[in-house]
């Protein structure tokens, strides 16, 4: 089972920027999809960006046009630059692996703050 670890949440400002990072334990190239999903108290987890293998992108609506999603298999890193950010993108934000058969992978999560 790989190991995924986030790094790079905090606390910014309004309209502030934060660039989180996912690395894996193991090489990445065999998840067919990686990326981010978020979990704000009270609510359920929610897509934030996923990156295929073939390097497809697929954002969330609420955040399309304020995210970009990267990954590099040399590296066994995803990263997610967050840009324009909101209060209502406060939440845990959760790096995320799947491979081709559909086996899932989570990490432990870092937490992300906006004050208004």
């Known amino acids: 089972q790989v190991q995924l670890v986030e790094s790079g949440g905090g606390l910014v400002q309004a309209g502030g920027s934060l660039r989180l990072s996912c690395v894996a334990s193991?090489?990445?190239?065999?998840?067919?999809?990686m990326g981010w999903y978020r979990q704000a108290p009270g609510k359920q987890r929610e897509l934030v960006a996923l990156?295929?293998?073939?390097?497809?992108?697929n954002y969330a609506d609420s955040m399309k046009g304020r995210l970009t999603i990267s990954r590099d298999n040399a590296k066994n890193t995803v990263d997610l630059q967050m840009n324009s950010l909101k209060p209502e993108d406060t939440a845990v934000y959760f790096c995320y692996a799947r491979t081709s058969t559909f086996r899932s992978s989570w990490g432990q999560g870092t937490q992300v703050t906006v004050s208004s």
């Open positions: 193991g090489s990445i190239s065999r998840f067919a999809a």
């Open positions: 990156i295929g293998s073939d390097g497809r992108t």
